[in-house]
């Protein structure tokens, strides 16, 4: 699932090209069927191609019924994040293990209208282990700064948050902040996907830098911290 900075997965030999339904409504564009490193990749941009939807207006229940449809058997994540812990600069890459939801009005679950069909997913760890390790593994052998681990804030968007939020949320434990985090990752587990995130570092988060965030700075840490994303897909799907 591709974020804000990858749109496109150059180096993917195409297959096909697959225009989905869902009962949720359509996916956020075409998904891109294919073989990348060696591996098999269906790839879908979760802002669109090109990037168009904001993160609140995506349609993440169509985006992951149609991954699944299309027969996805795991969702490899990439987000860009702003950075609260001080280790999280721009550009370093995290893997994160834990999640805090701030989203809010979202369409977060495929079990609202299906009543006798209500579950309640266990969601102690939102991320799935195995993929984690994998992605952990890919990143040491190219020898990229990154963090094995990290708490995901997702917030709501499509504002930047004021400092006193990112305050707050590092009193919570949030190391990293997105704003498509969730409700991805609940949905993926309530269709037994396991997901896992990159997360791409692309700005300080709001207060801790001097200054205010440009969407020039966001630009420019993604253009420079993309090819490591990329690199790093590459590396996990050829181990
Ligand atoms: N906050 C929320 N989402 C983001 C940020 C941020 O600072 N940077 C990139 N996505």
Redesign the pocket.
């Known amino acids: 699932m591709g974020g804000t900075g990858l749109t496109q997965l150059e180096g993917l030999t195409l297959d096909g090209v697959l225009t989905l339904e869902t009962p949720y409504g359509a996916p956020s564009a075409d998904i891109l069927k294919g073989r990348f490193a060696g591996g098999d990749v269906l790839f879908l941009a979760r802002h669109g191609m090109p990037h168009r939807i904001a993160p609140h207006r995506i349609n993440y229940r169509a985006n992951l019924w149609a991954l699944r449809a299309a027969g996805a058997d795991a969702v490899l994540a990439v987000n860009?994040?702003?950075g609260i812990h001080a280790a999280m600069g721009s550009g370093h890459l995290c893997v994160p293990h834990q999640l805090i939801d701030y989203t809010w009005g979202r369409e977060h679950s495929y079990f609202q209208d299906e009543l006798e069909h209500v579950t309640h997913i266990d969601f102690s760890h939102p991320y799935d282990d195995a993929i984690r390790t994998r992605l952990i593994s890919a990143l040491a052998e190219e020898g990229f700064a990154h963090s094995s681990h990290g708490v995901y804030g997702a917030?709501q968007?499509p504002r930047?948050?004021t400092a006193a939020e990112i305050v707050r949320m590092e009193r919570d434990g949030c190391d990293i902040?997105?704003?498509t985090g969730m409700p991805e990752a609940a949905l993926a587990r309530e269709l037994t996907l396991p997901y896992a995130c990159l997360a791409l570092v692309?700005?300080p988060?709001?207060g801790k830098a001097s200054g205010p965030?440009t969407m020039a700075g966001?630009e420019l840490a993604l253009g420079e911290g993309i090819g490591k994303v990329k690199t790093t897909l590459a590396r996990f799907l050829a181990g």
Do not use: D, R
Request: hydrophobic residues 60%; glycine residues 18%; charged residues 5%.
């Open positions: 860009a994040v702003g917030t968007g930047l948050e902040v997105g704003m692309v700005n988060a709001a965030i966001i």
